[in-house]
């Protein structure tokens, strides 16, 4: 397999390197966790321009059409640089569920929207009882005369406070079935809240919503395809964040004092540093891996990649976040310093889209 970036690539992964690094920054980062929904309109409207919104939108939709690859090169460099704003949940995942689904009717009014940064849908899938299980759904879809009944409740569906729509699993007899919905449905109410590493999350309540036929978009195989392709995407958002905290070490180590020298001159932080940096170039090919994998068309092949990256990364993250705090002191859980804020952020990802326990049992499943 050849792992080597094309220039499109390159020259695609250097644009959001710059914009995360200057265009950003530590205090944009404070900014936007102080805005409502914590997603300043500006950014998110550059992030628009820039067009990264448009690459889990096919072409015939009116979007570009990359690869989860190119999507990866960018999640990197907004973990690298603190960047809390929803790419991921409020237009990457919902973008490529809706892609994968093939409805006709929710591609034509959304999947543009989707694009230009106009709208941002939120996905309701996880429920108290599932433990990360999309196949687990008590929510019901009862159908009607004029289309279908929903009723049953999501638990922590990031980025609902934002969204204008939904998409929600619920169960049609036997099959789990995906329903688009509006905010405004007579029948929905949200729980809000803010979540661990930055973004906003709520529980959403449906109570006998009442849906045409034609918000029913798809099934589940089209949810595991999204979900599969956003934790590869999450993957490679969490090394971002764990580069920049071991970068972040290193300089302090060389900076910070102790006996008269630099602390970085002890052996024993110099060996953690090294422990550190194994641990990144590790993650790094894992994410590589499942970027690429979770393009695949065998279901197999690309959930046993994706879920091997993310029970692999969901603990290295968590010893470089340790371990950069350990070696700051008391100064690396401040809130001056953006150390302390990585931390959360990486600490978030190993149980986003499912934990560590989650995708190991999901690894051994499918390689059985």
């Not at 690859?69 to 973008?95: H, K, Q, R, T, W």
């Not at 729509?165 to 169960?171: K, L």
């Not at 036997?174 to 329903?179: A, G, N, S």
């Not at 422990?275 to 993650?283: G, N, P, T």
């Amino acid at each position: 397999m050849d792992l080597s970036f094309t220039s499109e690539q390159e020259q695609l992964q250097d644009s959001a390197v710059k914009f995360a690094a200057r265009g950003y920054g530590f205090d944009q980062y404070k900014k936007s966790l102080a805005a409502p929904g914590q997603c300043d309109p500006a950014i998110w409207k550059q992030i628009a321009e820039f067009g990264w919104l448009a690459l889990a939108v096919p072409e015939s939709a009116g979007g570009i059409g990359g690869s989860t690859l190119d999507m990866a090169l960018i999640a990197e460099a907004l973990g690298a640089g603190l960047v809390i704003e929803p790419y991921l949940s409020g237009a990457i995942l919902p973008a490529t569920i809706l892609a994968a689904a093939g409805s006709a009717h929710a591609q034509e009014s959304t999947l543009a929207a989707l694009a230009s940064g106009d709208v941002q849908i939120a996905v309701a899938y996880a429920e108290r009882a599932g433990r990360f299980d999309p196949a687990h759904c008590q929510t019901t879809a009862t159908k009607s005369a004029s289309g279908y009944t929903l009723s049953g409740e999501k638990h922590c569906a990031f980025n609902a406070p934002n969204a204008s729509q939904f998409i929600v699993t619920a169960r049609n007899g036997k099959e789990i079935e995906l329903f688009l919905l509006p905010r405004e449905a007579k029948g929905v109410s949200l729980t809000s809240y803010a979540v661990l590493g930055g973004g906003v999350a709520a529980d959403v309540k449906l109570d006998a919503v009442q849906l045409a036929a034609e918000a029913r978009i798809g099934g589940l195989d089209a949810l595991e395809a999204g979900l599969d392709r956003a934790n590869a995407i999450a993957c490679a958002q969490a090394l971002g964040g764990m580069k920049a905290l071991m970068e972040r070490t290193a300089a302090y180590l060389k900076t910070r004092k102790q006996f008269g020298v630099p602390i970085g001159t002890f052996q024993a932080l110099q060996h953690k540093l090294v422990d550190i940096f194994v641990e990144v170039e590790q993650s790094r090919s894992m994410a590589l891996l499942a970027a690429a994998k979770a393009d695949s068309s065998d279901a197999a092949e690309r959930g046993r990649a994706v879920s091997a990256a993310k029970a692999y990364i969901a603990k290295a993250s968590k010893f470089v976040a340790q371990q950069a705090v350990q070696m700051h002191g008391g100064i690396g859980v401040t809130e001056e310093l953006d150390v302390g804020h990585y931390f959360r952020q990486l600490t978030a990802f190993g149980t986003r889209y499912g934990d560590r326990d989650f995708h190991l049992n999901r690894f051994a499943d499918l390689a059985a």
